[in-house]
């Protein structure tokens, strides 16, 4: 079992549509949970962390379940420049165990 | 606002030949690192650095030298370029508290294929 799981997609929506992502993890003493965004043949870029509580951050929400340990991502009101893969980030134990998940591809279309 | 800068952004190597990536960063951050991207993996640490004359592994450091003798840059070497290195090449730096938890800048990668 990977350490990080998530749909590789990919997602495609139309402008406007809501769109979640899941991403399950393995290691139960994971300590802090990210969402990175990567367009294409770029680097990732941090997109939001992912509180205990969830948070919101415009029309991105953030979701953390540690007992059945996932992760998700909604998005709402998509735009066409939320065309992107979506990582998420799941830290184990400091900084020399920042596990990546693979990444949900994301096409958001007129 | 530079940021992390990395180069070269493209190269081509033969087996056997060497070469350094190099990453330079002006933000003043202890932690720099070096991750490579393969398709269907997520990124992958090679080595690591939390300051200036500190090094260590990642999950895949075998055939990648690192050293960190400034704050500000972090070349990764690679010794005798094999195939298996064919890879797209990032790396990231953050202030050592923020890297704790996971929240890296990157540059904007370097793509190496050896032939």
């Known amino acids: 079992r990977k350490e990080v799981e998530q749909d590789p997609g990919p997602f495609n929506v139309p402008e406007g549509a809501t769109v979640a992502f899941n991403c399950t993890y393995s290691n139960s003493a994971s300590q802090s949970f990210f969402w990175y965004r990567q367009d294409c043949r770029k680097e990732p870029k941090l997109l939001m962390s992912v509180y205990s509580s969830g948070n919101e951050d415009g029309r991105f929400t953030a979701q953390l379940n540690r007992a059945s340990q996932y992760i998700s991502l909604l998005i709402r009101d998509s735009k066409l420049s939320d065309s992107a893969t979506y990582l998420c980030v799941v830290n184990e134990r400091g900084f020399q165990k920042l596990v990546f998940g693979t990444g949900t591809r994301l096409l958001v279309s007129p | 606002n530079a940021g992390v800068t990395q180069t070269p952004k493209f190269q081509v190597l033969k087996t056997g030949q060497s070469m350094t990536l190099q990453c330079a960063q002006d933000?003043?951050?202890?932690?720099m690192s070096w991750y490579r991207q393969d398709p269907g993996m997520g990124l992958r640490l090679i080595h690591y650095?939390?300051?200036?004359?500190?090094?260590d592994q990642g999950e895949v450091p075998n055939g990648y030298n690192v050293s960190r003798s400034t704050t500000e840059d972090f070349p990764l070497r690679l010794l005798s370029a094999a195939p298996s290195q064919t890879s797209v090449y990032f790396c990231?730096?953050?202030?050592?508290?923020?890297?704790?938890?996971?929240?890296?800048?990157f540059g904007e990668g370097s793509r190496l294929t050896v032939l």
């Open positions: 990231a730096s953050s202030y050592r508290r923020t890297a704790n938890t996971g929240e890296l800048f």
């Open positions: 933000m003043n951050h202890e932690y």
């Open positions: 650095s939390v300051g200036a004359g500190i090094t």
